[in-house]
């Protein structure tokens, strides 16, 4: 008990650490709080020499958490429910057909270029934001921690490339914006966007939730083609 709860603790001083290390340099998205805390945590576990399954065994308290953390992302439909009902056809076919799109093409690509079938799994949920990720992966028997650092790459990719990119196509009014962004990138996009353009956020973290509940109910689905 006591072990469990000194690696808690010491998993959320380094979030916290991570979050005042962003700040300080801007909140640049190479400096992702969850991608700077998963690098501390690494460098403590090779410090004191924890094997992973032991600090898995150790930290389940803090990923029992994830279930409370996806209800939560229900504030985000909730707070944008005016939009959602004015354009709600058009929304839920996007989120659904670039879901979909998202799972087939990363694995597609990725038996393409014969990667190992542990990375083709973990790389399924790649555009769902990291607690419907690392709950798909628990349950459906892929890699939490391997797809967790794929969600983080992705939407750090994303929230680099998609701005200019679609300010170049014209594409950028605050609505197209946000849905491209929540969508491909997730929270580390609807973090990003947060700081530059409110509306446009709004619009990011309805379509991150979206493609969240998208991807739950898709993925499962798609499970006997991925294995």
């Known amino acids: ?21 962003a700040a300080r340099g801007n909140h640049h998205p190479l400096l992702n ?7 501390l945590v690494g460098l403590g576990l090779w410090a004191v020499g924890l094997p992973l399954d032991r600090f898995a065994e150790l930290s389940r308290p803090l990923r029992w ?42 694995v597609s690509l990725a038996r ?16 769902a934001t990291s607690p419907f990720a690392i709950a ?16 983080i790459v992705t939407g750090i990719v994303g929230a680099i490339l998609l701005p200019p990119l679609l300010k170049r196509l014209r594409l950028d009014d605050a609505e197209t914006l946000g849905v491209a962004v929540g969508q491909a990138a997730h929270i580390v996009g609807t973090d990003a966007l947060g700081r530059r353009d409110a509306k446009a956020a709004a619009f990011s973290g309805l379509a991150m939730a979206l493609a969240g509940l998208a991807t739950s109910f898709l993925l499962p689905l798609l499970w006997g083609w991925l294995i």
């Not at 709080?33 to 690098?39: G, R, S, T």
């Not at 409370?68 to 429910?81: E, N």
């Not at 959602?84 to 839920?92: F, N, R, T, Y």
């Open 33 to 39: 709080p969850i991608l700077l805390a998963a690098a």
């Open 112 to 127: 393409y270029l014969q990667l190992d079938t542990t990375l083709q799994h973990a790389l399924a949920p790649k555009s």
């Open 136 to 151: 798909l992966m628990e349950h459906l028997g892929g890699s939490p921690e391997l797809a967790a650092g794929l969600v």
């Open 65 to 106: 958490l994830l279930g409370p953390a996806i209800v939560a992302l229900g504030h985000l439909i909730w707070a944008q429910r005016a939009a959602l009902k004015a354009g709600a056809a058009p929304l839920l076919v996007a989120i659904g057909i670039g879901s979909l799109t998202g799972i087939t093409s990363a």
């Open 1 to 21: 008990m006591i072990a469990s709860l000194a690696v808690c603790a010491a998993v959320i001083a380094a979030f916290l650490l991570a979050r005042r290390l």
